[in-house]
């Protein structure tokens, strides 16, 4: 079983950073791609926020390119979403995702979730 753990939320200004972390039980590589979606309040989806592949390409939305950047500490089974340049729109509950190569099951894991509000 693979366990993401999620932290760094919070209650920020708009305007400001936050930076959320994700903690995999296994090595990162044990996966296609890391990542991070979110659900904002009202919304049954989650949506994409940011994407790191095994190898190093990121995606992002088109919402959050130049503000959030996504990277990774591979010796410390880590994902990282920095955040800058904070909107009330980024006010959401952020979720930690990790997918493995498509012959595994269960393929995909989810972190419990961390809560960030941007707010004044």
């Known amino acids: 079983q693979v366990q993401l753990v999620e932290s760094g939320g919070g209650l920020v200004q708009p305007g400001g950073s936050l930076r959320l972390s994700c903690t995999a039980s296994?090595?990162?590589?044990?996966?296609?791609?890391m990542g991070w979606f979110r659900q904002a309040p009202g919304k049954q989806r989650r949506e994409l926020v940011a994407?790191?592949?095994?190898?190093?390409?990121?995606n992002y939305a088109d919402s959050v390119k130049g503000r959030f950047t996504i990277s990774r500490d591979t010796s410390k089974s880590t994902v990282y979403l920095q955040m800058n340049s904070l909107k009330p729109d980024d006010t959401a509950v952020y979720y930690c995702?990790?997918?493995?190569?498509?012959?595994?099951?269960?393929?995909?894991?989810w972190g419990q979730g961390t809560q960030v509000t941007v707010s004044s």
């Open positions: 995702n990790a997918k493995r190569p498509p012959q595994f099951v269960p393929r995909e894991y």
């Open positions: 296994r090595s990162i590589f044990t996966f296609d791609t």
């Open positions: 994407t790191i592949t095994t190898g190093g390409s990121t």
